[in-house]
């Protein structure tokens, strides 16, 4: 993408395509997605302010790095804990649910302070610089995407229906399927089937003992 760029700037000829890498959001791996603990330890370590709340929106609201920055900040400091994804984004307009709710307080949502970065350019633009800020700048040891991944597996936790789930997300139900429902745990599918189980409208069997 960026030599791509920069030979159009220079006028110069150049196909990047054949080097294109061959990404799949499906190729994640879930063991690379930090913990909510690893979150809120490098929440800690950043010291500017704008980045910082930055971080603590994609933590939170699992949005895309560049939707940070095309947000209704108006709702938000008035005290609205549902975020308002405005257009232009790459899925349109949204809202988004906090999870975990007790990160609203803790990451300081809710007094929006954007970093100086230009905001009149391409949202592939904008979602690189935060990239570069938090990895090449901040140290970050994991993609600042992650923080989005991280939400989607968290939403699975609180058993917010799928359907929900990829709604916030901005994307549809076969795509959040596709790339997050192989990630659900042992102990999340336990969880959920002790809940049914503990129903007292359950049904039960004709033939018990």
Known sequence: MVTGRLAAFAKLKYDPSPYRGKYRAGDINPRDIPTDAVICEWFD??????????????????????EVFRLDLATIAQGDRVVQVLRPTKT??????????????????????????????????????????????????????????????????????????????????EVHTTIYHRWISKSVHQRAYDEVMNRTNRPQPPCVP
């Open 45 to 66: 370590k950043l010291s500017n302010p704008g980045w910082k709340w930055v971080y603590g929106m994609l933590a939170t609201y699992g949005l895309r790095p560049h």
């Open 92 to 173: 349109g307009a949204r809202q988004v649910w906090a999870f975990h709710p007790e990160w609203v307080e803790r990451f300081g949502v809710l007094s929006p302070v954007l970093p100086p970065i230009n905001l009149d350019r391409p949202n592939t633009a904008i979602g690189e610089s935060a990239g570069r800020y938090f990895g090449r700048h901040f140290g970050l040891p994991f993609p600042l995407y992650n923080l989005r991944h991280a939400w989607a597996i968290r939403t699975f936790e609180y058993g917010l229906p799928i359907e929900l789930a990829a709604k916030q997300m901005g994307h549809s139900v």
